[in-house]
T-cell receptor
Framework: DAGVIQSPRHEVTEMGQEVTLRCKPI?????LFWYRQTMMRGLELLIY????????DSGMPEDRFSAKMPNASFSTLKIQPSEPRDSAVYFC???????????FGPGTRLTVL | DAKTTQPPSMDCAEGRAANLPCNHS???????VYWYRQIHSQGPQYIIH???NNETNEMASLIITEDRKSSTLILPHATLRDTAVYYC?????????????FGKGTLLTVNP
């Protein structure tokens, strides 16, 4: 099993640009989570999906952030327009509703200049 | 979700047992205790979880006090690769369709 796959692994962009982060969950998992990690705020849950439906997006910081899950094997997190304070590591995680563990991907390190 | 309190850092000698404490004095009867760890630059990794009984798996043991107000994660023979931030999380429910709220955790440093 390849685990949770995230792309790109590193992204450097300029303020005002659109950024799209991608996640492929583990096959058979029906829950997907997006987290953001910074030194100041630690790990924060942004949004999570169950069976491709957004369940809780209360952690999404602003309207500039949006997330989609068009099918069970793909999700995107989009930031438009990006700002320097969005610089962070973004993690995607997946799991089974009947299971216990969340499996985290390797993360995308985003730098907004 | 109940709040947890962990020491910010701990040291352990390689080969010795690492005992990581966690206080969760406001835990309610249907809340589980979960432990995850995050090795530098990697995503968090599940270690173990429990409700009220002690639990053991291939990675660690979890000891929960009888009143459930605190718990200890035990790594029986710590190695250098166990150096990581360890998060104790209390949450209702045992399925994976739930939110995990991470605190600051404990940075465990295993020394040679």
């Amino acid at each position: 099993d390849a685990g949770v796959i995230q792309s790109p692994r590193h992204e450097v962009t300029e303020m005002g640009q659109e950024v799209t982060l991608r996640c492929k969950p583990i096959s058979g998992h029906n829950s997907l989570f997006w987290y953001r990690q910074t030194m100041m705020r630690g790990l924060e849950l942004l949004i999570y999906f169950n069976n491709n439906v957004p369940i809780d997006d209360s952690g999404m910081p602003e309207d500039r952030f949006s997330a989609k899950m068009p099918n069970a094997s793909f999700s995107t997190l989009k930031i438009q327009p990006s700002e320097p304070r969005d610089s962070a590591v973004y993690f995607c995680a997946s799991g089974r509703t009947s299971g216990v563990q969340k499996f985290f991907g390797p993360g995308t390190r985003l730098t907004v200049l | 979700d109940a709040k947890t309190t962990q020491p910010p850092s701990m040291d352990c000698a390689e080969g010795r047992a690492a005992n990581l404490p966690c206080n969760h004095s406001t835990i309610s009867g249907n809340e589980y205790v979960y432990w995850y760890r995050q090795i530098h630059s990697q995503g968090p990794q599940y270690i173990i979880h429990g409700l009220k009984n002690n639990e053991t798996n291939e990675m660690a043991s979890l000891i929960i006090t009888e009143d459930r107000k605190s718990s200890t994660l035990i790594l029986p023979h710590a190695t250098l690769r166990d150096t990581a931030v360890y998060y104790c999380i209390v949450r209702v429910g045992g399925g994976s369709n739930y939110k995990l709220t991470f605190g600051k955790g404990t940075l465990l440093t295993v020394n040679p």
